[in-house]
């Protein structure tokens, strides 16, 4: 009887736990997402860091083009954490660069890949959206988390986007 009992009680709460945080429907993910990646696009037109600065999910992640050896002996990229606004004032100029600024104006939420666990990607993971939980609000949103700087245009971007690629 006790094992019964137990059995019922531990899948009792675990189901209690389990609306959260539920995974979006693409299609629902889709109305969520959308007006973040406008805000994205807006901010690179017009500059706007503290229009920017309301989608970023600090600590916003940048994968820089130049590489090193770890001491295990594997060649990796060097990374660079954006830790909060003032931060990313500073380093606006060297993150968003031209082959950026292309890549956010070819995306859509159309040509872009839906994780249910993680968010949305495009570019083959060149830049990524997280499907978050702010930590003081509790409110639960998409932020822009990942990007990979390389001067060079993603293949991906010319071939989703030829008319941009000229």
Known sequence: MRVYLTIFILFYTANTF???????????????FSPVLSILKKSLETNDIKLLNSIVSYPFNIS?????????????FRWLKVKDYDDLKEKYDSIFIHSIRSLVQCITPNNMMYDKNKGFS????????FDIIEPITGIRKYALSSISVNPKDSKW??????????
């Open 18 to 32: 389990a609306e959260d945080y539920e995974a979006y429907s693409r299609e629902d993910a889709l109305l969520k």
């Open 64 to 76: 820089l083009p130049e590489t090193y050896v770890a001491p295990e002996g594997n060649v990796r």
């Open 122 to 129: 495009a570019a083959h993971g060149r830049i990524w959206f």
């Open 157 to 166: 971007a010319i071939e989703e986007c030829p008319d941009i690629y000229k």
